[in-house]
T-cell receptor, first 113, second 112 residues
Framework: DAKTTQPTSMDCAEGRAANLPCNHS???????VYWYRQIHSQGPQYIIH???NNETNEMASLIITEDRKSSTLILPHATLRDTAVYYC??????????????FGKGTKLSVKP | EAQVTQNPRYLITVTGKKLTVTCSQN?????MSWYRQDPGLGLRQIYY???????DKGDVPEGYKVSRKEKRNFPLILESPSPNQTSLYFC???????????FGPGTRLTVT
């Protein structure tokens, strides 16, 4: 599984876009990039995933560089409830065996009023 | 409501006293797993199960047992808990071909 590097912490003003970077220079061609978040000791919550193309869902957008060595998670209009630790994970998916997600230290995002 | 439930949510016990943490999901998921979370070490997988009667070790299985007799339940058993098993435990589940794992609310275990 790819090693990922994320900033330890970031701040964002409420209502502004939060852009969370992740470096995954060792990612292999069949590894997906997943993003999860954990709000203060609650169970982690899936946000989005992608392989090559940019992805968007109701929570966020994921921008993956063409060389796939880095990606950015975008929360378009951050709210105070988005304050959490955000984890970028590189992982292969073989159906049921995708399950061992390697959570690193993540980025602690603080959304401020 | 689709969810993963864990019981108990908080538990304080003594060294050597066997305990079981239950995990149940109502989404008919094939895949279930247990993680522990410790400060500075992140989440680490303990055991996982691909389906009923199929279980395998994760990264830190020592001192733990699991069973998967029914699809919805995946209990974590500590036969002889020790203080180094004091941790926050999460159960997770997903469909076999899904990219999204659902996590339970966590069980905070303290072993004295």
């Amino acid at each position: 599984d790819a090693k990922t590097t994320q900033p330890t912490s970031m701040d964002c003003a409420e209502g502004r876009a939060a852009n969370l970077p992740c470096n995954h220079s060792t990612i292999s061609g069949n590894e997906y990039v997943y993003w999860y978040r954990q709000i203060h000791s609650q169970g982690p919550q899936y946000i989005i995933h992608g392989l090559k193309n940019n992805e968007t869902n109701e929570m966020a957008s994921l921008i993956i560089t063409e060389d796939r060595k880095s990606s950015t998670l975008i929360l378009p209009h951050a709210t105070l409830r988005d304050t959490a630790v955000y984890y970028c994970i590189g992982n292969m998916n073989y159906g049921g065996s995708q399950g061992n997600l390697i959570f690193g230290k993540g980025t602690k995002l603080s959304v401020k009023p | 409501e689709a969810q993963v439930t864990q019981n108990p949510r908080y538990l304080i016990t003594v060294t050597g006293k066997k305990l079981t943490v239950t995990c149940s999901q109502n989404m008919n998921h094939e895949y279930m797993s247990w993680y522990r979370q410790d400060p500075g070490l992140g989440l680490r997988q303990i055991y996982y199960s691909m389906n009923v009667e199929v279980t395998d070790k994760g990264d830190v299985p020592e001192g733990y047992k699991v069973s998967r007799k029914e699809k919805r339940n995946f209990p974590l058993i500590l036969e002889s808990p020790s203080p180094n098993q004091t941790s926050l435990y999460f159960c997770a589940s997903s469909l076999a071909d899904s990219y999204e794992q659902y996590f339970g609310p966590g069980t905070r275990l303290t072993v004295t």
